[in-house]
């Protein structure tokens, strides 16, 4: 049994509530060698671990809390390929050599997480069934085309649906304008999957120790000493996956990032003939408001969606009663259902929206800022840092590494953000029309 949940005071997830056991139990309370430490135990950490050994390499992985305790475990378990922003936009940010090894390698990072889910037998409900970016207005198919012609361009095999399809996919007839269908994504019970890499980590030969929090790192001749509350771990290399879930512990990476705040909620399992009538196929959705607001199913039939914005104190009631209505609205079926679990997490966002790999000193590399997708991408991140530490060169790495990076005015767009989601979901009282509304 572990101390925590990845969860929030006041709040219930259904993660938590549904997961596998996890496999980390044990607490470091020794002095340890190694070839690699890692710090973080969400989906980056773990895959870098995992990789690592199935190298034969040495490596110890150091968790605060419990496995899957950040994003990794809080997350809507959308698998989608790519980032947020289109592949132009990174071409933009990063210049086109640059930008074109980006995103070729994010292209088909799904498939690296069904993949690893079958080669370990990962117990996390995983369904490669599809996942859809929705228009929520006609305006927003202009968008839609242009990103999947970006797509498709990248060689994705994504497909732009019409208005019917959409909304036979969603099982919403707000949903009637079209999307993105990209048929090799999927969905995944997010902490489940965290806690099988950990397995499969373990399995394979990695170390790994949770409530055991990095405290300091200092430099010992040419290797890195790191302590924790009850023991210590001196390592040649040293990866700061700690992300957005960074505490002061692991500094250069919690300045690297905007720490911006997604809700869910998840109803009760939905009677036999509603679940079968709500995005029938069991594909992932998530739409083009500019609240953005994903729905899914769970393994039980119950309805997840998801939404910007944290439920600590006051703003618990308005966002809850803003995803309600939003829902009623989509789902009508779904009028007189209760939500029986809400919860939060923080994702790092970036000004550039771009993903940032920091190397902090030599030898100590921090991957951050995923803003918002990171089940493909932390799992692909591990395993090419997993590649490059191996290899001890980085002319394969497909993610440009960069010094010390500071977001400027984090605490105040951080807040402007989320009082900014607030304020919308407490002004919208009509939102999307239906179409007979039209
Ligand atoms: C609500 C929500 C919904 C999301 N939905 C999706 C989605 O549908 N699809 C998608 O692809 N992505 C989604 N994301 C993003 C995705 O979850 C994250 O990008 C991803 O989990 C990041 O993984 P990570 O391993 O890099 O970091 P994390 O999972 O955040 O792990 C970092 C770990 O570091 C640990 N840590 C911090 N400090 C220390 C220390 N000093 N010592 C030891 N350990 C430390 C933390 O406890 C934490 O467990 C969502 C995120 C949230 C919050």
Redesign the pocket.
């Known amino acids: 049994m572990t101390d925590y949940l990845p969860q929030d005071s006041g709040e219930r997830s259904l993660w938590s509530g549904t997961a596998i056991a996890d496999p980390v139990a044990e607490r470091l309370q020794e002095a340890l060698k190694t070839d690699v430490l890692v ?8 895959s870098i671990a995992l990789h690592l050994a199935e190298r034969g390499i040495d490596v110890v992985l ?19 390929a790519g980032v947020w922003r289109n592949p132009d936009h990174v071409r933009r940010v990063l210049g086109d050599a640059a930008g074109e090894r980006f995103n070729h390698a994010l292209r088909d990072s799904p498939a690296l997480v069904f993949e690893l889910v079958e080669r370990y037998r990962l117990d996390c409900d995983a369904r490669r069934t599809g996942t859809i970016n929705i228009a929520h207005c006609a305006a927003a198919m202009d968008y839609l085309a242009d990103r999947c012609r970006q797509l498709e361009a990248l060689g994705a095999d994504v497909e732009l649906i019409d208005g019917a399809r959409a909304r036979a996919l969603s099982g919403s007839s707000l949903y009637h304008f079209g999307g993105i269908l990209d048929p090799k994504a999927g969905t995944i019970q ?1 902490l489940s999957y ?1 806690r099988g890499l950990a397995g499969a980590a373990l399995a394979t030969g990695a170390r790994l120790f949770a409530r ?4 300091s790192l200092t430099r010992r001749g040419n290797r890195w000493l790191a302590q924790s509350e009850n023991g210590e771990v001196e390592a040649e290399q040293v990866v700061l ?7 002061a ?2 500094a250069g990476v919690r300045e690297s990032t905007l720490p911006v ?4 909620c998840a109803t009760e399992p939905l009677p036999a003939d509603v679940a079968a009538a709500i995005v029938p196929e069991r594909h ?1 959705l998530w739409d083009t408001q500019p609240l953005m607001t ?1 729905s899914r199913l769970d393994a039980s039939g119950r309805l997840v969606m ?1 939404s910007a914005g944290h439920l600590q104190g006051m703003q618990r009631a308005i966002r809850l009663d803003w995803m309600t209505r939003m829902r009623n609205r989509l789902y009508p079926q779904t009028r007189n259902l209760d939500w029986d679990y809400h919860w ?5 966002v970036t000004a550039s929206r771009v993903l940032r790999v920091q190397l902090l000193a030599p030898g100590v590399f921090a ?2 800022g ?1 803003n ?7 799992t692909v ?1 591990g395993k090419h840092l997993a590649a490059t530490i191996a290899s001890g060169n980085r002319d394969d790495f497909p993610f440009p590494v960069e010094a010390l990076y500071r977001e400027k005015w984090s605490g105040v767009r951080a807040a402007y953000y989320n009082y900014g989601t607030l304020a919308l979901q407490f002004l919208d009282r009509r939102g999307p029309r239906a179409k007979s509304e039209d």
Do not use: K
């Open positions: 710090v973080g135990g969400g989906y980056t950490g773990l150091l968790e605060a809390r419990c496995i899957g305790y950040g994003g990794s475990g809080r997350n809507a378990g959308l698998v989608n997010p965290a055991s929090p990095l405290i996956a700690t992300n957005a879930y960074a505490d512990n692991s705040f997604i809700f869910q992932g994903s998801s939060s997490g923080q994702v790092g991957p951050a995923y918002g997708r990171g089940i493909g991408t932390g991140m």
